[in-house]
């Protein structure tokens, strides 16, 4: 991987950003299967450039590909295959998804292992093989692991509260950790009491289950690693490095709950506040290699239209959302905040934030009015509708990839993909998507 200059903190957002770009399009640190997949990665990675730079037409509309259950299915490999020990043939079907289809990046692997979620006894998810039939997405299971009358707790001490409250209770299997000292009095006082606890055996118990899932998760990761590598050599450049998130779903995803947190809008509003705030303290900028991509993909779950108003949104969720987004962008980094749901009445605020300096991903959002808005200003992408694209004909998908880039690739800065990942989708709907788009989104 390139070195960043030594002169780096001294770049301005911009600069950075440039030097980020361009290492990634170049591709240098690739090693590549051969010379025409070198050239076809700088070929679809510079239309990813010219569509976020906004400063350059890109030479056709990029047209994104996306993970999901669809990849590994029409290859016969269920999704419990992905969880488990089958993860080779997954690998496989992916690698010839890439291959068949030629979307403009890779499509996101998601390999995880149930064996190890199992043991740590995980609540908040349902997953193929656990919960679930075996050719099923996972699912998440929201509670409330942090209770109402604990803001203070959390506040006062995150780390602790985390260790000896929220893991114990998401992590069935690992309550000793309950019985942990309180490191944060403990540690720091003159004596040793604080390692007395790690002669419990329930204590020893949930530390051993800790090693051995992490033992577990070593070879779905190495393998994961190992098929993106692969399919990045084959030419397809990675879209997204890394994740992000808002704070404010953060708190409500995985400490409160959907339900906890709409209450407490109402029951102790500034607790949520000082809780987002903690959050956007914690959470640190991603560290991301000079070449690897600099886009970010941040799923937002409880900003959109249906979940709060617009006064919420702009109180709550808003302000430590932005300055997440804008922490990214200081460092060079192009946050991707995936818009899931509908954002027609959030548009404006968008605008708040630096040209050319983000990518708008939009699921339900009125696509028209979001060119409207953030033409020329950010890049946007999305959203054939994976109900048309799991549902349509192959005319219907085309139909709507015309208008998608007759009116959002208007003077470039669109990107254009299904609204979310590929799970329940047909073999001639997917192709339609990308082939039709790849032939009629030809700047001239």
Not at 83 to 97: C, N, S
Not at 376 to 384: A, E, T
Request: proline share 6%; glycine share 8%; net charge negative.
């Amino acid at each position: 991987m390139p070195e960043k200059p030594e002169n780096w903190s001294s770049l301005s957002a911009e600069e950075k950003r440039k030097i980020r770009m361009d290492a990634w399009v170049s591709g240098n640190h690739i090693q590549f299967e051969n010379p025409e997949a070198k050239s076809k990665y700088q070929e679809r990675a510079s239309l990813f450039k010219d569509a976020l730079e906004l400063k350059k037409i890109p030479a056709r509309v990029p047209v994104a590909g996306l993970g999901g259950a669809f990849i590994y299915r029409r290859a016969g490999v269920p999704q419990k295959a992905t969880m488990y020990d089958r993860w080779p043939e997954a690998v496989e079907a992916a690698v010839q998804f890439h291959r068949d289809f030629e979307p403009d990046s890779s499509a996101a692997l998601f390999m995880m292992s149930g064996s190890s979620m199992e043991l740590l006894g995980q609540t908040n998810m349902k997953w193929a093989g656990c919960g679930l039939p075996d050719d099923v997405q996972y699912q998440f299971v929201e509670q409330e692991y942090m209770k109402a009358d604990e803001y203070p707790d959390f506040l006062c001490d995150p780390s602790n509260f985390v260790l000896r409250r929220f893991l114990p209770r998401m992590y069935g299997n690992l309550t000793g950790l309950e019985k942990l000292t309180h490191f944060g009095s403990d540690g720091i006082q003159i004596g040793t009491r604080f390692i007395f606890p790690f002669l419990d055996p329930e204590v020893q118990k949930a530390l051993d289950i800790m090693k051995k899932a992490a033992e577990q998760s070593l070879y779905p990761l190495k393998i994961t690693m190992e098929a993106s590598a692969r399919i990045q050599a084959m030419g397809f450049p990675r879209l997204s490095t890394g994740f992000g998130a808002a704070p404010f779903d953060v708190l409500g995803d995985t400490l409160r709950g959907t339900r906890g947190i709409m209450m407490d809008l109402y029951r102790c509003p500034e607790k949520v506040l000082a809780a987002s705030e903690k959050i956007l303290e914690l959470i640190p900028v991603p560290d991301v290699p000079l070449g690897e991509s600099p886009i970010i993909l941040m799923p937002l779950h409880k900003g959109d239209d249906t979940h709060i108003s617009r006064k919420q949104f702009e109180k709550f969720y808003w302000p430590t959302f932005k300055q997440t987004m804008l922490d990214m962008i200081d460092e060079g980094l192009i946050p991707a905040p995936f818009a899931e749901g509908t954002y027609d009445q959030r548009l404006d605020y968008l605008t708040e934030l630096p040209e050319a300096s983000v990518l708008w991903f939009f699921d339900r959002t009125d696509m028209h009015k979001a060119k409207d808005a953030l033409g020329g200003h950010s890049c946007i992408m999305g959203n054939v509708p994976i109900t048309l694209i799991a549902t349509g004909t192959a005319e219907q998908v085309k139909n709507c990839c015309r208008d998608l880039i007759d009116y959002c690739g208007k003077d470039g800065g669109y990107i254009l993909c299904s609204g979310t990942q590929l799970d329940d989708a047909k073999e001639e709907t997917v192709r339609a998507m990308i082939d039709f788009s790849k032939e009629y989104g030809v700047y001239t």
